[in-house]
């Protein structure tokens, strides 16, 4: 089913927070460009900053805020972060999404100040291809991370793996018996457009040919989802753990199901990944703008994301300057 111009978005209740645009990986889908560069440290919203945005946020309407990147677990003091955002009056769930790199050595810390929402990308389950893929990055660390915030308790776990045509679709299988042996809820994503169109071309996968190559296990009865769920349709087939979910942004687009803001790590909010509106927060809030004021951008992009027009990302201008810089 395409999206219907003619329906409006529903209310924006779910915030991605990209707090860092650094990264301890280079996957070619995040940061393809060369040109990129990152932002000064000074044009990144500190965590005061952060914090005062979310508790605005949070009366506008948000419930849900998911802490993203470049990779969060990154930048320095980001578990006392979360824990006070945790205290942010309004806001029902507090996520994380990191890569997993650094996911062992911190699941305990994250797991003590009361995180237990983790998505965590993971796209090959291979050694070598994951270093190919990440520029350099050690596949056994993830996994580690992995049954690490298994062992704690931590729910939902969600693994994200983009599927690319060539590169680790010979994989799909590997990954479903992942949720059949794991309580894990394995997402395939199709490649979005954030690379040239040919080499996206090139690597682009239906998410209809994922779906044929699971089919033998049908019948899968979808599962229920919370008001602040994102895109993916959940599954759970018999016999297994876990879930398997399914996000096609490209082949079957919904903008007026979508219910996400994004926030970037320079303070600019973002109404639509595919779109190149952003409305400015950091100037007014280190101008000293009252709440009312920003409140008030935030209802703004509010308005904004129910005004545009809802395309296919691949009529879209590619977001700039890369995935790494806005939070995905």
Not at 98 to 111: Q, S, W, Y
Not at 205 to 216: C, G, I, Q, S, T
């Amino acid at each position: 089913m395409k999206a219907d111009s003619g329906s409006p978005a529903p209310q924006a209740n779910y915030l991605r927070l990209s707090i860092t645009d650094r990264c301890n990986l280079a996957c070619f889908y995040c940061q393809p460009r060369r040109d990129w560069v990152k932002l000064p440290v000074e044009e990144i919203l500190r965590y005061e900053e952060f914090l005062h945005l979310a508790r605005v946020a949070a009366e506008v309407g948000i419930r849900k805020v998911r802490v993203t990147g470049g990779e969060p677990l990154v930048r320095r003091g980001v578990v006392d972060f979360l824990d006070r955002l945790r205290e942010t009056p309004g806001l029902e769930e507090i996520c994380l999404t990191t890569n997993g790199a650094l996911l062992a050595e911190m699941a305990a810390d994250l797991h003590r100040v009361g995180i237990r929402h983790l998505n965590v990308s993971l796209d090959t389950l291979r050694p070598e291809r994951y270093r190919g893929l990440t520029g350099g990055g050690e596949v056994a660390r993830v996994l580690a991370g992995l049954e690490r915030a298994l062992a704690l308790g931590f729910a939902p776990i969600k693994v994200n793996c983009v599927a690319l045509k060539g590169v680790n679709d010979d994989e799909i299988l590997d990954f479903a018996g992942l949720a059949r042996e794991q309580p894990l809820q394995v997402r395939f994503i199709e490649f979005m457009p954030t690379v040239s169109r040919e080499h996206w071309g090139e690597h682009y996968l239906p998410m209809d040919e994922v779906r044929r190559r699971l089919a033998f296990l049908e019948p899968m009865p979808p599962c229920a989802v919370r008001p602040t769920a994102g895109p993916a349709r959940i599954f759970r087939p018999t016999g297994f753990r876990g879930e398997l979910g399914f996000i096609s942004p490209v082949s079957d687009h919904r903008c007026p199901a979508c219910n996400r803001l994004r926030l970037t790590a320079a303070g600019r909010v973002r109404p639509c990944l595919f779109s190149d509106r952003e409305l400015d927060l950091k100037g007014p809030l280190r101008r000293g703008a009252p709440p009312e004021e920003l409140a008030e951008i935030f209802r703004q992009a509010m308005a904004l994301k129910s005004s545009l027009s809802p395309r296919s990302p691949l009529e879209a201008a590619l977001p700039s300057p890369c995935m790494a810089s806005i939070g995905g």
